[in-house]
């Protein structure tokens, strides 16, 4: 039976993941009466899951990936205003 070599544990870089709903801007394109595109409703709910980078005031900030170090990649940044709920996942 081959032998396991054990690696020491891996220290990620942040640990925090969240789902944050909010609100995001549309847009509709074509050509069509001002009242057709006056019943849209102009904001979409979203959602996104991801490690929590930074929440200030002003924004919060998600990392979808990150490495063992000290890199993230694939980020997004969120008004505050656009905020609907955070929350905290195992």
């Not at 847009?27 to 991801?50: C, F, L, Y």
């Not at 924004?59 to 709920?85: C, F, G, W, Y």
């Amino acid at each position: 039976m081959g032998r396991r070599t054990l690696r020491p544990p891996i220290h990620w870089p942040l640990s925090t993941r969240v789902e944050v709903e909010w609100l995001d801007s549309m847009s509709r394109g074509g050509w069509d009466t001002v009242e057709a595109h006056q019943k849209q409703d102009g904001v979409g709910p979203m959602r996104s899951i991801g490690y929590l980078l930074k929440k200030t005031k002003d924004v919060v900030q998600l990392a979808q990936s990150m490495d063992s170090h000290t890199k993230v990649n694939d980020t997004i940044t969120i008004p505050r205003e656009a905020v609907v709920h955070i929350r905290r996942l195992r």
